[in-house]
């Protein structure tokens, strides 16, 4: 009898570690961010007064993968936006208004006052005017659409070596936050495609 008194004990204690630990693992399990349960695939990052919920594969550094505040966040985004669709990477820094003016503000502030007596052949829709060297730009030609109230305008930079193309930024304010575009000029005949391409993609992480 006393033996089976012991052994119940015995068991129910057992019974209350497990239980301890069960509920141990469930407190521990709601703490845990969502990212951390499912391999890791969304970051929350703060820039500015936005939240954004971001894919761990967007993310261009490594050091970057982590929730929390940051004025900076620099990802890179695949768009099918070479010739026939073909698919093309595009550099997207992501920072308080702040800190940059978009290109739409910087063509008549400052490019139009740099611009060359010379018109470059290019995509059509465009206008490419080299920006003179004596303002700072040298090499640099800016390309824009005459024709909107808010343009299109990309600012590119010559080519680094002969087997490179030139590497193009273009400035976007969305609210709060400012995206930077950095990427190649093969890019720019599909320029009408390129708002309607990266749009849905900052849209669905909460730049917007």
Same mark, same amino acid.
């Given at each position: /009898?006393?033996?089976?008194?012991?052994? /119940?004990?015995?068991?129910?204690? &057992?019974?209350?570690?497990? &239980?301890?630990?069960?509920?141990?693992a469930m407190s521990?399990?709601? $703490?845990?961010?969502? %990212?951390?349960?499912?391999?890791?695939?969304?970051?929350?990052?703060? *820039?500015? @007064?936005?939240?954004?919920?971001?894919?761990?594969?967007?993310?261009? %550094?490594?050091?970057?993968?982590?929730? $929390?505040?940051?004025?900076?966040?620099? &990802?890179?985004?695949?768009?099918?936006?070479?010739?026939?669709?073909?698919?093309? /990477? *595009?550099?997207? /820094?992501?920072?308080?208004? =702040?800190?940059?003016?978009? =290109?739409?503000?910087?063509? @008549?502030?400052?490019?139009? %006052?740099?611009?060359?007596?010379?018109?470059?052949p290019g995509p059509?829709?465009?206008?490419?005017?080299?920006?003179?060297?004596?303002?700072?730009?040298?090499?640099?030609?800016?390309?824009?659409?005459?024709?909107? +109230?808010?343009?299109?305008? +990309?600012?590119? =930079?010559?080519?680094?070596?002969?087997?490179?193309?030139?590497?193009?930024?273009?400035? *976007?304010? #969305?609210?709060?936050?400012?995206?930077?575009?950095? #990427? $190649?000029?093969?890019?720019?005949?599909?320029?009408?495609?390129?708002? +309607?391409?990266?749009?849905?993609?900052?849209? =669905?992480?909460?730049?917007?």
């Amino acid at each position: /009898m006393g033996f089976n008194v012991v052994g /119940m004990m015995l068991l129910l204690a &057992l019974g209350g570690v497990g &239980l301890a630990y069960g509920i141990d693992a469930m407190s521990r399990a709601r $703490g845990t961010p969502a %990212h951390r349960l499912d391999a890791g695939t969304v970051l929350a990052r703060t *820039v500015g @007064d936005r939240q954004l919920q971001i894919p761990l594969s967007w993310f261009r %550094h490594a050091e970057q993968q982590a929730d $929390g505040f940051t004025r900076q966040v620099d &990802l890179e985004l695949t768009l099918p936006l070479g010739p026939d669709g073909s698919p093309r /990477m *595009v550099e997207v /820094m992501l920072v308080p208004r =702040s800190r940059a003016q978009p =290109s739409a503000l910087l063509l @008549d502030r400052v490019y139009l %006052h740099q611009f060359q007596p010379v018109e470059l052949p290019g995509p059509p829709g465009l206008v490419g005017k080299p920006l003179a060297a004596a303002g700072g730009f040298e090499g640099e030609t800016v390309w824009y659409d005459p024709l909107s +109230a808010d343009p299109f305008v +990309a600012k590119c =930079s010559a080519p680094l070596a002969a087997d490179t193309g030139a590497r193009c930024l273009r400035t *976007v304010r #969305f609210g709060s936050i400012a995206a930077v575009y950095a #990427f $190649g000029s093969d890019l720019l005949p599909a320029w009408r495609q390129f708002d +309607a391409r990266m749009l849905p993609m900052l849209k =669905s992480v909460g730049v917007y």
